[in-house]
């Protein structure tokens, strides 16, 4: 499995960067995306010390490790220059933190974030299918999340992503070594918001673009 979207210590997570590769790689991980919560206040502190121990980690482990961001609660106006912030500082994986229903994002957030030089929209809640079929065309992601509460609003994802085509993949947003799962417990959170085991195998596809 390839997981894209992880929190380490930068953030809100409670793992050092090293330590999370290391129970990814154990489980059987191929790839993963280091992707703390960031804004204008901390892309500069964050992104440079990712970018620099993910270098130093895929020069001896067989793990590949993408350094990356999740642009988290920014002002819809403000995401595009947070992105391209973001980019120039190395960021190899861009994620904008979506209207998940269990979090005040700011109404307008998906849309912004299609706009925008992004990679992945995170947990988007109940996009619309205008928004889906932008994210389509502009050939960025959509999640489908195994973590809790942002979870709730797979299946809606996964339905319109069906009826247009949009691309998918699959993330934990793991935030604790708990949160981490192995691919056979990604299979069923995919088949269990009605798609199939080929559709998993598609998302890996998808995800395998960034470990390259």
């Known amino acids: ?76 106006v403000l995401i595009s220059d947070a992105a391209k912030k973001a980019r120039s500082l190395g960021a190899k994986i861009i994620i904008v933190h979506g209207e998940t229903i269990v979090e005040p994002v700011a109404p307008g957030t998906n849309n912004a974030a299609i706009e925008a030089d992004i990679d992945i929209l995170a947990h988007p809640g109940l996009i619309s299918e205008e928004e889906v079929l932008k994210a389509k065309e502009k050939g960025i992601f959509l999640e489908i999340s195994a973590r809790k509460g942002h979870s709730l609003t797979n299946g809606h994802v996964a339905k319109l992503a069906r009826k247009t085509g949009a691309k998918l993949v699959i993330n934990t947003d793991t935030h604790a070594p708990e949160d981490l799962i192995d691919e056979k417990m990604a299979k069923k959170i995919v088949c269990g918001v009605g798609l199939t085991e080929n559709d998993y195998d598609i998302m890996q596809k998808n995800a395998s673009l960034f470990i390259k």
């Open 1 to 76: 499995m390839i997981d894209l979207h992880t929190h380490t210590v930068f953030s809100d997570g409670v793992l050092i960067p090293s330590e999370l590769v290391r129970r990814a790689e154990f489980i059987g991980l191929k790839g993963i995306g280091l992707t703390d919560h960031g804004d204008f206040s901390n892309i500069d502190f964050i992104l440079p010390r990712i970018v620099a121990i993910a270098e130093k980690l895929n020069s001896v482990l067989s793990i590949k490790v993408v350094p990356g961001i999740e642009i988290t609660h920014v002002p819809p």
